[in-house]
């Protein structure tokens, strides 16, 4: 007796491997089928894996900027439109210009608030170090060679220049431009005296 039903589970266990193996065969043939999913897209479409890597590995430089337009000015790019910022105002070098023997600086001035600004005699000195002092202190409508002082309304820029007098011509670059000025915060002038202080701007470019 227990030998006919030792013979009975043996087939039986032959009979579940056999349906075991049939359905492990017919899975793994079809298993794209039955498993959409799992199969990866880089077969299917390499173009969109390797576009994805380039844009990843685009270098930060390699976007589009804007600069700033010299061609009016004659300077090399990076000094027109320089800026020399203070707790104030806002200082931008327009450009540095040659007449003969003579150099003019000019600037926009712009106040963060209400302010009288006077500038003063100021000076330069170009690259074989010699020193110059301005000639002429031009801000706004006036000009002088002692100082002009000048009511500044918040964010409302205004011109200015200092004018250099005996230049070489063999001269094209200041090594320093130094603007001296004073100033007194408020919308009324209350006759305080002022303290003195620079912005200094190196390398400036000479046109002509």
Partial sequence: MSSKNESNGVKVLIAVITVIGTLGAAAFANWENLFPDKVSSSSENPELISSDIAELEEPADSKDTQSLDTSDTGLPEGDMGRQLETESFIVTLQDCKRDVSNIRCNFLIESKEDMWLALRPSRAID?????YESSLITFGSEENSVGVNKQLLEGVPIKASLKFDNFSE???????LQVVYSFQLGAEWTGMPYATEFVRL???????
């Fill in 170 to 176: 063999e001269i094209s670059q200041l090594a320093i």
């Fill in 127 to 131: 690259v074989s170090g010699d020193e």
């Fill in 202 to 208: 190196s390398d400036v470019s000479i046109s002509r």
